[in-house]
């Protein structure tokens, strides 16, 4: 019986799919023919054929048994004569014909010329065995309970948390009902938690009666980025906790759920998450796995905000002269660099030169394009000629801070550091100095969280400002100094100006700020290290044409609850806004209250 032949087209390698869905061959014993053809077709090669050096995973895919051509039945041998030039995807349907071992022509005999090896992929183009992911597309790897503190600090953090699952016991359902009622800040979120979940849950009486296992998909409010599902507590579980734990507690109840779901589910990893410290301890003592909610953070850690202010190398200048342009407009010097430090800058970032017998040298980046930077120099505000309100600068940051508050084309600017730097004076002397000078604003206006530091003394009488008025101390001290700056003026020259300067300040309060616009004014936003993301994001959103809005706080003083340096409204907005032409930010590093100040800022 003649032997098919060779294809003369090369056949491509079968994907792993395609060879696991063929159906195996049938185990039949080989007839002596059969057993001899084979030990011909051993015999009759004199060489090594270029099939044997194919790896051993790729013969599995390309070469089947030997008893698959030895077969007796030529019905299948037929079509491959008529059409040995069909595609590659017809020899790799009917694999075990074609790529047969080499054969001699004619009897078998050994001396014969052997026939042309069996086609095979090259072993450099074999993708290997496809590796599976550890889970489909359609399950997460985790599951994270949440705790009821978690939404009514963000209400949108049932979305945040990727590709993985979110579990809601009943508790937090029922503690959250217990929350939507006042005007707080906890009983909105409480409320828009609520929203969420019913928008989610929608068709959740069709889906229970399906599936009561299968969840929710958190994508189909529109939120993209959740890949995950959301699950209820429909039944009740089996809790076992230790007898110290009263099981009427919201907490316990919780920490029950999570340890259930940790014996039922024990191929997934099921995880707390609550902005409870104490929470997250018992439910390490119980061996359960309990984080942080970290989505609020704008940073892991404070030292890494943006500082707007970088030290340049000593060599500097050599290494950028080649292809610097300098040139001189408006009474300042510009240079266009190209080198290292480009990639390193940011627009409206300052930066400076120190270098021992050589004078300093004060810089701000204007502009970033490409591998291009143009640095511009800063106005001195330490001399005196060049006071603002009478207010010099009295070190290098205090000089970067006023060419920021004093800059037109500067919309947004934000200034942090210790107690004692001077943000809240430099800040209302370069606004009075706008406002009454220049007449670029029409106004101050100044704003602040009322967080108090001690127990609350209760309710405030009489007006707007009248309320806010013992929140505003700072202000009025440095009123009183930027008052004493003229010491030419007699006492109804000071006491004019003092009116004038209060009739040009307006205080407001953070509660009535919501649909508002400013038109031309300079506002302060003072001790913004108190305020969320939120709330930042809803007083900068106020500003309107030709309105500047300085934010001032110190990171290490935050008094409101549940927030960090890392989560502070502040943090927020340095990060977000660092880099934008419009915008800029400076840390104040050195105090000037007092000595006093200075060394209880240090040591205490």
Request: net charge positive; proline share 7%.
């Amino acid at each position: 019986m003649p032997l098919p032949k060779p294809p003369t087209k090369r056949a491509d390698m079968l994907t792993d799919v395609d060879f696991a869905s063929q159906p195996k061959a049938a185990k039949t014993a080989s007839s002596p023919a059969g057993s001899a053809a084979s030990k011909a077709s051993r015999a009759g090669s004199t060489r090594r054929s270029p099939a044997a050096e194919t790896p051993v995973a790729a013969q599995a895919v390309v070469a089947p048994p030997v008893t698959a051509v030895a077969a007796p039945a030529t019905e299948a041998a037929r079509p491959a004569r008529k059409t040995p030039a069909r595609k590659a995807s017809a020899p790799a349907a009917a694999a075990p014909v074609i790529a047969a071992p080499p054969v001699a022509k004619g009897n078998g005999a050994a001396s014969a010329k052997p026939a042309t090896p069996a086609p095979t992929a090259p072993a450099a183009s074999y993708p290997g065995p496809s590796v599976r992911r550890k889970r489909d597309v359609g399950g997460p790897a985790k599951l994270f309970v949440l705790d009821t503190n978690v939404l009514l600090h963000d209400p949108m953090s049932l979305f945040r948390f990727d590709e993985h699952d979110v579990y809601l016991p009943m508790i937090t359902l029922e503690e959250l009902d217990g929350h939507k009622k006042g005007m707080t800040e906890v009983a909105r979120n409480a409320r828009q938690v609520s929203r969420e979940l019913d928008a989610l849950a929608t068709d959740l009486s069709t889906r229970q009666q399906v599936d009561p296992a299968a969840g929710i998909e958190l994508a189909k409010t529109g939120h993209v980025e959740a890949k995950g599902k959301l699950y209820f507590q429909t039944t009740g579980l089996a809790v076992e906790l230790p007898i110290g734990l009263p099981q009427g507690k919201a907490d316990n109840q919780i920490l029950g759920v999570v340890q259930a779901l940790r014996t039922q589910h024990h191929g997934r990893e099921v995880v707390l998450v609550s902005k409870d410290i104490n929470m997250r301890i018992k439910a390490r003592a119980l061996g359960l796995t309990a984080e942080d909610y970290f989505n609020d953070k704008t940073l892991e850690d404070g030292d890494l905000l943006y500082t707007g202010v970088q030290a340049l190398p000593a060599d500097f200048w050599e290494r950028h002269a080649k292809g610097m342009e300098s040139w001189q407009q408006g009474g300042a010097t510009f240079y266009r660099i190209t080198g290292p430090a480009v990639p390193t800058l940011m627009v409206n970032q300052f930066v400076y030169l120190e270098s021992p017998g050589a004078t300093p040298w004060y810089g701000k980046v204007i502009e970033i394009t490409g591998k291009n930077a143009v640095l511009r120099t800063v106005k001195d505000y330490t001399n005196s000629k060049h006071s603002a309100w009478g207010v010099t600068a009295r070190n290098r940051e205090q000089n970067f801070a006023l060419n920021l508050l004093l800059d037109p084309e500067c919309d947004f600017v934000t200034l942090t550091g210790s107690a004692g730097t001077g943000k809240t004076l430099i800040t209302l002397a370069a606004a009075l100095s706008q406002v009454l000078d220049e007449r670029r604003y029409t106004e101050i206006i100044v704003t602040r969280v009322t967080v108090p530091v001690g127990d609350d003394i209760g309710f405030l009488p009489g007006t707007e400002e009248e309320k806010m008025s013992p929140w505003m101390g700072a202000l009025d001290d440095n009123l009183e100094v930027l008052a004493r700056g003229d010491s030419t003026a007699g006492e109804w020259g000071r006491a004019a100006t003092s009116e004038l300067v209060r009739s040009k300040i307006k205080i407001k309060s953070l509660n009535f700020m919501r649909g508002r616009t400013f038109l031309n004014k300079f506002v302060i936003i003072d001790e913004a290290q108190n305020l969320t993301p939120k709330q930042m994001k809803t007083l900068i959103t106020r500003a309107g044409p030709g309105t500047k809005i300085v934010c001032l706080g110190n990171l290490a003083q935050i008094d409101t609850p549940y927030l960090t340096e890392g989560s502070s409204g502040l943090t927020y907005a340095v990060d977000k806004f660092k880099g934008w032409p419009h915008g800029g930010h400076v840390t104040l590093a050195r105090g000037e209250r007092s000595r006093l100040a200075d060394f209880a800022s240090e040591v205490l």
